[in-house]
């Protein structure tokens, strides 16, 4: 079951060049659902006027190869390890239905596009990585919709209660979870094979209304992050102050008055304890 191309052997009832164009329409769907997004919301024009206006309170400016050092530095922390989640069960699940869900989209388009039919024999290892993608985005989901969704973790609501928001995550676990029930039950034309496309119809469809476009917009504020604190104008933040440094103490006479000559440093008071107060 895990080694057969099922979109092969359902090239009988619907035509390669169909499940193609399905394909090809799910992508320009997200293209468009991403552009009328950052339309709507202005995220992009707001994006660049906040960073022409950072770049105006900069202490100094970023050369060249730092840029392109931070621009790595992003790939691997923000894009590839999941590096802005600093609950590892948050980051562990992120990863699970990131990698999840490139597998499983980058294996679909391959064996619909590179294997349509029977007669070109699929490599098995198409299908189980088609499998292994599904499954990691279904525990990875499950588990981030279930336990850690914060309406659920922090909030004291249960989890299957839903709204707009819930939407993204909400069709991906629908694609996988009907995606794997499809392969579980024989593949072919079944209810279970529709209920897949409509899934992934409303997951690729919903971008303008879900949280899908934060795959291509993170990466960018992470970015820009990065610059405002390597230029200096760090969002117009105070520096991270040492309370111990004499130079502090004389700007802010009030630290050694109340926590003497030498405070501890608390750390960041978010931290202080785990949200459950409900
Ligand atoms: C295939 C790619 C990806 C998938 C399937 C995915 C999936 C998800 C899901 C399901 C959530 C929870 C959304 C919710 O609150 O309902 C989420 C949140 C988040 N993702 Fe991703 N993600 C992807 C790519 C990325 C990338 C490339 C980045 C960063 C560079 C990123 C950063 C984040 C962050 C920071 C959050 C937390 C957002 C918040 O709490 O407001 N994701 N992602």
Redesign the pocket.
Known sequence: MFTINHFAALSEVISPAMMQGYVVLMVLLVMGGTILDMMHKKSAQYFFENAKKAKKSAKRSVSGGEKVSIAASVLVN??LT?G??SNPRRRLS?LL??YG??IFIATTAIMIFGYPTPEMPTPALLPQLWHIGALMLAVG?YW?WIFI?VDVSAEGLPWFRFER??L??LS?LATSTFALIWSFTGGGLTVFFALFILASTVLFGGVYFS?FA??FF??AA?HQKKITMADGSRENLPPDYDLTDPEVQRKFPDIPMYMGKNPPNMGLCIKAERPNHY
Do not use: C, N
């Open positions: 923000e894009v999941s802005e989640f992120h239905t990131m869900t490139i989901g981030f969704r928001a819930d993204f995550i991906l949280k934060h795959m993170k990466p992470a």
